[in-house]
T-cell receptor, first 112, second 114 residues
Framework: AQSVTQLGSHVSVSEGALVLLRCNYSSSVPPYLFWYVQYPNQGLQLLLKYTTGATLVKGINGFEAEFKKSETSFHLTKPSAHMSDAAEYFCAVSDEGFKTIFGAGTRLFVKA | DTAVSQTPKYLVTQMGNDKSIKCEQNLGHDTMYWYKQDSKKFLKIMFSYNNKELIINETVPNRFSPKSPDKAHLNLHINSLELGDSAVYFC?????????????FGPGTRLTVL
C-alpha cells in the first residue's frame, strides 16, 4: 500500500534562507507525486507534480522538488524563503486506484 | 468565478442536530471529493463521486451521507452531529477519477459542534 512520510511537522527558516521540506514515499507502482500548499484559512492548491520523465520538477512561487527513486524521496526546496511562504505543505502520492494519499503536513514558519 | 465553492464557510451547531454542506465546481470536472481535516491538519478522504456515481466510500459513520445531484455539485449531509465531527471539511474536484490527477480544493467549511 502507498504511504507518505513528511519528516518534521514544523520547519522554521529565516527570510532569505533555503527552504527544505522532506517527503519520503512508499509505492508498489511507479508513483505520481504531489506537493500541495495550504495558506491559512484556505483550501489546498497544487505547488507541483511529478508524473514521469524529468526528475526535477519546477512549481509555482519558486519551489521545486526532485524525485529520487533510489531514496524514495520527493523533497521540496526553495532557494530563498519569503514571508509569504509561511503555510502548511502537504506531500501526496497516487495509489493504485482512485485515492490520493496525503502526508501529515509540515508547517513552514518564516522569521523576519 | 470561483472554481470550487463551498457553503457555508462556518457552521456552528449543537450536538444532535442535522446539517448540510454544499459544494459546487465550475471547472467542468467529472470527479468530486469530500475530505475531513482534523485539528492536527491531517487530511482524510471521505467520499468521491465520478459522474454522480460513488467511487470512494471510506470508513465513515453512516451519519454522513453524500449526494451528487449532478456532476458539478456534491453535498454532504450529516445527521445527529457529535463533538468529534468538529473539523474543517474540504470539497475538491478533478477532471479524471484517478489518483494521478490534480485536485482542486474549495476554501473549506469549518464545522464546530457544541
Amino acid at each position: 500500500a502507498q504511504s507518505v512520510t513528511q519528516l518534521g511537522s514544523h520547519v522554521s527558516v529565516s527570510e532569505g534562507a533555503l527552504v527544505l521540506l522532506r517527503c519520503n514515499y512508499s509505492s508498489s507502482v511507479p508513483p505520481y507525486l504531489f506537493w500541495y500548499v495550504q495558506y491559512p484559512n484556505q483550501g489546498l492548491q497544487l505547488l507541483l507534480k511529478y508524473t514521469t520523465g524529468a526528475t526535477l520538477v519546477k512549481g509555482i512561487n519558486g519551489f521545486e522538488a526532485e524525485f529520487k527513486k533510489s531514496e524514495t524521496s520527493f523533497h521540496l526546496t526553495k532557494p530563498s524563503a519569503h514571508m509569504s511562504d509561511a503555510a502548511e505543505y502537504f506531500c501526496a502520492v497516487s495509489d493504485e486506484g482512485f485515492k490520493t494519499i496525503f502526508g501529515a503536513g509540515t508547517r513552514l514558519f518564516v522569521k523576519a | 468565478d470561483t472554481a470550487v465553492s463551498q457553503t457555508p464557510k462556518y457552521l456552528v451547531t449543537q450536538m444532535g442536530n442535522d446539517k448540510s454542506i454544499k459544494c459546487e465546481q465550475n471547472l467542468g470536472h467529472d470527479t468530486m471529493y469530500w475530505y475531513k481535516q482534523d485539528s492536527k491538519k491531517f487530511l482524510k478522504i471521505m467520499f468521491s463521486y465520478n459522474n454522480k456515481e460513488l467511487i470512494i466510500n471510506e470508513t465513515v459513520p453512516n451519519r454522513f451521507s453524500p449526494k451528487s445531484p449532478d456532476k458539478a455539485h456534491l453535498n454532504l449531509h450529516i445527521n445527529s452531529l457529535e463533538l468529534g465531527d468538529s473539523a474543517v471539511y474540504f470539497c475538491a474536484s478533478s477532471q479524471l477519477a484517478t489518483s494521478t490527477d490534480t485536485q482542486y480544493f474549495g476554501p473549506g467549511t469549518r464545522l464546530t459542534v457544541l
